[in-house]
C-alpha cells in the first residue's frame, strides 16, 4: 500500500481516491452477494476463482444487480476456461483444436474436468475443478445458458481456425482485417455475450443487443489496447498479435523493434496501432450512452476507462518494448470512482485523448491521421445529446 502511495504522491487527486476507496462502505449490491455466497458453497467456489484469475474483473462483475451477477460470473469463467486451452502452447494442436470446437459442448457435461494443461498455466486450476463450474452454469436460467454456450461455440471454432494457420502466417497476424478477426473472436464475441445477457436479464433494452457492430468494438477497444501494452511479453512467450500490415512497414522482423538503433521506428509502429484503436472510440462512447441501469453502465465504462488511460500511456512510449506499463494504481481507482455517469466519462475520454494529442509529434509519420482520429472526441465534429432520465440522470449519445 505504501508503494502505491507513492507512486501518486504528486498527485492529490489520486491519493484522495485511494483513501476514500478504502474505507468506502459496501454498496448493497455487494452485501448481498456476499450473504448469498456464505450459504452456498459450489457459487463461493465460482467466485473465488473468478477472483484468483482476475481481480479487477471480480470486484465490477460483483457489483452487477442480482439478476444478472452469476450469469456474467460464469460468462467470464467459461471463456476463461475456453482461453486457458488456446493459450497454451504445450498442448498438442490436434487436441487443443478438438477441445476448442467442442467446449460448448463440454459445458453441458458434469464432472468434466481437465489435467493436461502445461505445469506453468497459471489457470490451469480452473480447469482441474471445472466440474464446479460446470455444476453452476447449469443451475443459470436457460435464457442465460443459451447465451453463453452460443458464444463459446463461435468464439471456440474462431480460436481453432487461428490455431490451424488461417488469418495468419505463421505464428503472426498477417492484415489488420484479420487482427480485427482475431480480436472480434477473442474479445469482440465477448460484447456481444454481454449485450445479449443484459438484454436477457431484462436490465436492458433489447436494442442493446442488436447493434453487433457497437457490442463488438467494445470489445475490440479493450483487446487492441491490451495486445499494444503486451508487446514485449507476447514476445517473449512467443506470440504475435501485432499486424504484419502494419509492423512490416517498419521492419523485417518483429522482434526488431527491441534494437536501440529501432527506437524511432519502433514509436511510429506503436502510434500506428494506437491510430487503429482509435477508430473504436466513437462506438465505445455510444454503447456506453444507451444503456440505463447504473450497474451496467459502471461494469461497462470502468474497463473503457481504463483502456482510454492505457492507451494514452502507451502513445509514443518506447518502455512498451522493454516492459509491461501499466497506469498507476491511484489513477486506475480515480477512474473507478469517476466513471459513474457519461458526463465523466465523456471527460474522462477527452482527457485522455487530449493527452495523446501533446505526445503527438509532427515528425511521426501518421501524424495528421492521429490529429483528425483525436479531433473526433475533442472537437464540435461530435455532437453530444443529454436526455434526462426519470432519475434526473443524463442519457447520452454520440453522433459522429
Not at 474462431?158 to 490455431?163: L, S, T
Not at 499494444?228 to 504484419?244: M, S, T, V, Y
Request: glycine content about 4%; hydrophobic content about 40%; proline content about 2%.
Amino acid at each position: 500500500m505504501l508503494n502505491v502511495l507513492l507512486q501518486s504522491i504528486t498527485k492529490p487527486s489520486e491519493l484522495q481516491a485511494l483513501i476514500t476507496y478504502k474505507f468506502s462502505s459496501k454498496s448493497e449490491n455487494i452485501s448481498r452477494h456476499q450473504e448469498r455466497l456464505a450459504t452456498d458453497e459450489g457459487k463461493r467456489k465460482c467466485y473465488e476463482f473468478l477472483e484468483r484469475t482476475s481481480r479487477s474483473f471480480a470486484a465490477v462483475i460483483q457489483e452487477l444487480d442480482d439478476q444478472l451477477r452469476d450469469a456474467v460470473c460464469l460468462f467470464y469463467l467459461v471463456l476463461r476456461g475456453l482461453d486457458t486451452i488456446e493459450d497454451d502452447m504445450s498442448l498438442p494442436l490436434e487436441r487443443k483444436v478438438e477441445l476448442l470446437r467442442s467446449f460448448d459442448k463440454i459445458i453441458y457435461q458434469r464432472g468434466w474436468t481437465f489435467h493436461e494443461n502445461g505445469p506453468n498455466e497459471k489457470d490451469r486450476d480452473l480447469l482441474v475443478h471445472f466440474d464446479v463450474v460446470i455444476d453452476e452454469f447449469l443451475r443459470l436460467d436457460s435464457k442465460f445458458q443459451v447465451v453463453i454456450a452460443d458464444i463459446t461455440h463461435k468464439m471456440g471454432n474462431g480460436m481453432a481456425d487461428y490455431a490451424t494457420g488461417e488469418h495468419r502466417e505463421n505464428t503472426s497476424v498477417a492484415s489488420v482485417a484479420d487482427f480485427d478477426l482475431y480480436c472480434h473472436y477473442v474479445a469482440g464475441l465477448v460484447g456481444y455475450g454481454l449485450s445479449d445477457l443484459f438484454a436477457a436479464s431484462g436490465l436492458e433494452s433489447p436494442q442493446v443487443a442488436e447493434n453487433k457492430r457497437l457490442s463488438n468494438n467494445m470489445g475490440l477497444f479493450l483487446q487492441k489496447t491490451n495486445i499494444i501494452r503486451d508487446f514485449r511479453e507476447d514476445l517473449e512467450d512467443g506470440r504475435q498479435f501485432w499486424p504484419r500490415e502494419i509492423w512490416g512497414a517498419y521492419a523485417e522482423n518483429f522482434e526488431d523493434f527491441i534494437k536501440p538503433d529501432m527506437a524511432h521506428k519502433a514509436r511510429a509502429c506503436l502510434n500506428a496501432m494506437v491510430l487503429n484503436v482509435l477508430e473504436q472510440v466513437p462506438d465505445v462512447l455510444t454503447y456506453l450512452g444507451q444503456l440505463k441501469n447504473q450497474s451496467v453502465f459502471n461494469f461497462c465504462a470502468i474497463p473503457q476507462t481504463m483502456a482510454i488511460a492505457t492507451l494514452a500511456l502507451v502513445f509514443n512510449n518506447y518502455d512498451v518494448f522493454h516492459r509491461n506499463v501499466k497506469i498507476r494504481k491511484g489513477e486506475a481507482v480515480k477512474l473507478i470512482l469517476a466513471s459513474k455517469d457519461m458526463d465523466n466519462v465523456v471527460e474522462i475520454f477527452r482527457q485522455y485523448v487530449r493527452v495523446i494529442s501533446k505526445k503527438n509529434e509532427a515528425s511521426d509519420p501518421h501524424f495528421m491521421d492521429i490529429s483528425i482520429a483525436v479531433g473526433k472526441v475533442t472537437t464540435s465534429s461530435w455532437v453530444y445529446l443529454c436526455k434526462e432520465k426519470k432519475t434526473g440522470k443524463a442519457n447520452c449519445l454520440f453522433l459522429d
